[in-house]
């Protein structure tokens, strides 16, 4: 979901990992690398979250709507450290495009990258049906109530979070601590905003489970609203940050 490292090489820009997994005289070896590291960071993010989802629903509320959102927060967390310095750990296609429009991207890596996130989160929404075969929504987003409210949250909650991951993954100071600013950000929104819209960020989290159930009725809502919110937090960032954060186009 970030462009975040690991523990003590927090902040290593994406060129920089792209440049350690490559392999001389081919790009393929190392995209694939960063891509299958999206595609294990997404299904982290979707099974370790929408599962939270699923089992507080089983047990009767044993995990707790804080405890749903600590999940969320922390697997991004933990993801952040564990392949952040191969891919940029976006696992995310509203921050991939967030990170393209900044000009962080190359426009070839677009689609990869957000394949392999949707890959990932239809991957382990496939696992937990599997695992909860009665389960009626896996942990699916859906409005509370009126869909425009929940489209202007989940702008918000998406431009914080971009905002956020552009703003710590720039210069040089608190890189080391990249992950939990990250995943602090994306457990607040689950935290506060979760009961409203389901605090989505992401258009593959939402697609996973959306998929897999077979409901699509509210997909746009999940994959416009984050998208709207990273480019508002690209542009937040070059009105706040250095040149270097977002490089406006020449």
């Avoid at 929408?50 to 629903?57: L, N």
């Avoid at 009126?146 to 552009?166: H, M, N, R």
Wanted: glycine letters at 14%.
């Amino acid at each position: 979901m970030t462009d975040a490292t690991a523990p003590g090489d927090a902040g290593v820009t994406h060129d920089r990992a792209t440049a350690r997994t490559a392999t001389p005289g081919s790009t393929t070896p190392r995209l694939a690398r960063r891509l299958v590291a999206e595609a294990i960071g997404t299904f982290a993010l979707v099974f370790a979250g929408t599962g939270a989802i699923v089992v507080d629903d089983v047990s009767g509320g044993v995990i707790s709507h804080v405890g749903i959102a600590l999940t969320f927060g922390l697997v991004v967390m933990a993801m952040i450290y564990a392949v952040g310095d191969v891919s940029g750990a976006h696992f995310n296609p509203a921050v991939t495009l967030g990170f393209w429009t900044a000009h962080r991207l190359p426009s070839r890596e677009v689609g990869p990258y957000i394949g392999s996130q949707c890959a990932g989160a239809l991957l382990a929404s496939a696992v937990l049906r599997g695992l909860f075969v009665a389960h009626p929504t896996l942990g699916a987003t859906v409005p509370a109530g009126a869909p425009p409210a929940s489209f202007l949250l989940e702008v918000i909650l998406t431009f914080f979070l971009v905002f956020v991951i552009l703003g710590v993954t720039t210069g040089t100071t608190g890189k080391g601590f990249a992950g939990i600013a990250i995943g602090a950000t994306v457990g607040l929104g689950a935290l506060f905003g979760g009961p409203v819209s389901g605090a989505s960020m992401n258009p593959a989290r939402s697609l996973g489970p959306a998929m897999i159930i077979g409901d699509l009725g509210h997909l746009w809502l999940y994959f416009l609203a984050p998208l709207a919110g990273a480019w508002v937090a690209v542009q937040a960032c070059r009105c706040v940050h250095a040149p270097d954060c977002c490089r406006a186009p020449s």
